[in-house]
């Protein structure tokens, strides 16, 4: 079974500029999240969507971050114009959800963002 | 809100010795835990999870109970291996159906030398 695939892995841009990430979840995996990882802390919740809709965007920095998850499946978070303090990994997870119960989120491998 | 406490790293030990990692945790009602590991340049993977109170995960030699009473999920493994070396988060999750966020730790780095 595939994983969940992001890309770019790496990133570096001047603040002010725009930039894009793209998530492909696991196959069938109706909820798709977008977490923010400072160095030195545990990831963030940006955003969730349940299938194409959002579940939870209260973290979401909305004045310069969006997000969205066309047909259901791949996802793209997008940030303009970045800040200095945008710079981070960002973690796309699926899970099969929902149920109620404490799925397993599945993990891609992130992308790591200089905002110089 | 919730909240996950962990016992802050870097932490190094030498291989075959015993591990704990505190982990305590805030939340409103009876959340589900979590441990999730991140080695070198993979993204987070479940390690383990308990679902409710008394509840023992485990895999790959580590284990957490679930302890309501003290709202702990400390990580334990009886002899590491240079091979766990990552950095361990602890997160919890509150049943919520359509909404099941995770809210992490800072995570704790581990380094085991030969």
């Known amino acids: 079974e595939a994983g969940v695939a992001q890309s770019p892995r790496y990133k570096i841009i001047e603040k002010r500029q725009s930039v894009a990430f793209w998530c492909n979840p696991i196959?069938?995996?109706?909820?798709l999240y977008w977490y923010q990882q400072i160095l030195g802390q545990g990831p963030k919740l940006l955003i969730q969507f349940q299938n194409n809709g959002v579940v939870d965007d209260s973290q979401l920095p909305k004045d310069r971050f969006s997000a969205e998850r066309l047909k259901g499946v791949d996802s793209t978070l997008k940030i303009q114009p970045a800040k200095l303090e945008d710079s981070a990994v960002y973690l796309c997870?699926?899970?099969?959800?929902?149920?109620?119960?404490?799925?397993?989120?599945?993990f891609g491998p992130g992308t790591r963002l200089t905002v110089t | 809100g919730d909240s996950v406490t962990q016992m802050e790293g870097p932490v190094t030990l030498s291989e075959e010795a015993f591990l704990t990692i505190n982990c305590t945790y805030t939340a409103t009602g009876y959340p589900s835990l979590f441990w999730y590991v991140q080695y070198p340049g993979e993204g987070l993977q479940l390690l383990l999870k308990a679902t409710k109170a008394d509840d023992k995960g485990s895999n790959k030699g580590f284990e957490a109970t679930y302890r309501k009473e003290t709202t702990s999920f400390h990580l334990e493994k009886g002899s590491v291996q240079v091979s766990d070396s990552a950095v361990y988060f602890c997160?919890?999750?509150?049943?919520?159906?359509?909404?099941?966020?995770?809210?992490f730790g800072t995570g704790t780095r581990l380094t085991i030398i030969p």
């Open positions: 196959s069938g995996h109706a909820t």
């Open positions: 997870a699926s899970s099969p959800g929902p149920s109620g119960r404490a799925l397993e989120q599945y």
């Open positions: 997160a919890l999750s509150e049943p919520s159906f359509g909404n099941e966020k995770l809210t």
